[in-house]
Every structure is written in C-alpha cells, then in structure tokens.
C-alpha cells in the first residue's frame, strides 16, 4: 500500500455568504520512501491539504489512507486520531512548537518515551539526531536560548524520533540559512528512502527542490502534479 492516499480532498470553510472552498478534489499518492514537495502561492490551500493529511484539520469530503488504512471518510473518521498521529505522522510546522519548560533533548526524547522507549534508547537516539542536526552540543538548553534555526532543528529531530511513517513539514525551513535549510531537506529524503516513510513538504525554497522525487503545485484550491523541471526553474 502507498505511505500517503489522499483522494478528491475537498474542504469548505464558513457557510452561506462566507464560504471559502479552500480546497476542490485534491488527490495525492505518496508511496512509501518517496519524498514529494507542495508549492503554490499563499493561500492556495496548501496548509488545507497538508493539516488534512495530517489529521489535524477534516476534510468536508474526500478520504484519506494512510499505510493502506482508510482513517478518514468526509468528515468521519475511523480510528482514533490522536493515538494515530503518535504512532504513524511526524508533524513539522513553520513556527517549533517546543513545550518551553523542557530542554533540548528533553523535547526530542518524550515523544519517545510516550511510545514505550526506555529512557536509555530515547536517549541515545535523541543525541544521534541532535548530532545529525548540527545542534547536539545544545542538548540540555532550553528552547528560549535557542535561535529560531536552532529551534527549528530540534522541532525535526522530535518529528523523526520516533521513526513515523509519515512525515509532513510545512515550510519546515523558513527559519534556516540555505545551508542548514538543504540540509533538513536532505535528512526528510534520507528517511523516507531508509526507513520507507512518505514525505510531504510544504516549501517556498526552490533551490533544495533537486532532493524531491516528486513536485506538487497547489493554486486555487486545485493540486496538480507538476514537470519537475519546470517547477525547477519557476522563479520564487
Ligand atoms: P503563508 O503561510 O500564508 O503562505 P508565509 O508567511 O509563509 O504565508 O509567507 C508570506 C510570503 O513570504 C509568501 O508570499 C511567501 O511566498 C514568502 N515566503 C515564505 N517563506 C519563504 C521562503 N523560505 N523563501 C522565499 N519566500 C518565502
Ligand atoms: P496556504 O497554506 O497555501 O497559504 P491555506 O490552506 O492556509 O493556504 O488557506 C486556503 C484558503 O482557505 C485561504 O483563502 C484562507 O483564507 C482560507 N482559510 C484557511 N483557514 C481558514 C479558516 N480556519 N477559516 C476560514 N478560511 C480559512
């Protein structure tokens, strides 16, 4: 079965006078190990689509499979969502969202150790990302000491700890120099081919675009698959 199954995703906000549809019959395939990237202007839909995938946000209509595991119909879902986000989508937003009384490591082994992980393997685990990353010798921190791009670095690591199948990113590089930003693009990529996670990144950085298997565009509510080598050159 595919990572990712998204078919004809249609979301309607407000009603009557206010209703805006901010996304009509998206579909999207991700098979397992493939890393796909989403562009398209603000307000497209793009956070519609990713935060629907991600079980965030329901769809009006459409469904969604993930693994091969239908989850949600419309509106109505077929698991328990929350329990599901944990073990199966590792979730990447724009801003880090790291819980402010914890350190560093801390924020990357709880999601770890919520899961069942002993304290030792969280650990070890979380080092290795945090080394990865460029920000191990940051470990016992706290967040509020940290740059933003620090920030952002960790926010990764906690996504990937627990090895999901899924991960999603929504423009996950926004606070990084070119650098780092490749850099976090390149670790999604890697992921995805070892551990055969499928990946959707949300992204206005055209120059990592190289490290996608597959390019997406979302304009108008409408996603289309798109000739990587145009998508290559279309200027920011
Ligand atoms: P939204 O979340 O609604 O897309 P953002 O605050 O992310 O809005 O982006 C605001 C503007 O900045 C957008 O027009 C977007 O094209 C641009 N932008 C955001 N991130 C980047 C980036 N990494 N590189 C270039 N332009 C960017
Ligand atoms: P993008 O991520 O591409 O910037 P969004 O998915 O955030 O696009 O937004 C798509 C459209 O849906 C926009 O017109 C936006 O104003 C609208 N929208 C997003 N969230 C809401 C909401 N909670 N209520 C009403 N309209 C919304």
């Known amino acids: 079965p595919a990572a990712i199954e998204a078919e004809q995703l249609t979301k309607i906000y407000g009603s009557g006078n206010t209703e805006v549809v901010a996304m009509k019959d998206a579909s999207m395939r991700v098979e397992k190990g493939e890393v796909v990237a989403l562009l ?3 307000g497209s839909g ?11 946000n329901s769809p009006t209509r459409g469904r969604i499979s993930i693994g091969g595991q239908l989850v949600h119909d419309g ?3 077929y698991t328990n969502l929350r329990s599901f986000r944990r073990r199966h989508l590792g979730f990447i937003f724009q801003k880090s969202n790291l819980i402010p009384f914890l350190s560093a490591i801390e924020n990357v082994q709880i999601a770890m150790q919520l899961s069942g992980e002993s304290a030792r393997a969280s650990r070890r685990r979380s080092m290795e990302l945090l080394e990865y990353l460029g920000v191990a ?3 016992s921190n706290f967040p509020s000491m940290l740059s933003g791009g620090q920030q952002q670095r960790i926010a990764v690591a906690r996504a990937l700890a627990n090895r999901p199948s899924v991960i999603l990113a929504d423009e996950p590089t926004a ?3 070119g650098h780092r930003g490749r850099q976090v693009m390149e670790l999604f990529a890697k ?3 070892e551990q055969g996670a499928g990946v959707i990144v949300v992204t206005h950085d055209h120059r990592a675009l190289d490290v996608f298997d597959t390019i997406y565009e979302m304009e108008d509510g ?3 698959r798109s000739a990587p080598s145009e998508s290559a050159h279309a200027s920011v």
């Open 75 to 77: 509106d109505v879902a």
């Open 175 to 177: 606070a990084l120099d």
């Open 222 to 224: 409408l996603l289309s």
């Open 137 to 139: 010798d940051r470990a």
């Open 40 to 42: 398209g202007p603000s």
């Open 46 to 56: 793009k956070s519609t689509f990713l935060t629907a995938v991600g079980l965030i």
């Open 191 to 193: 992921v995805a081919h």
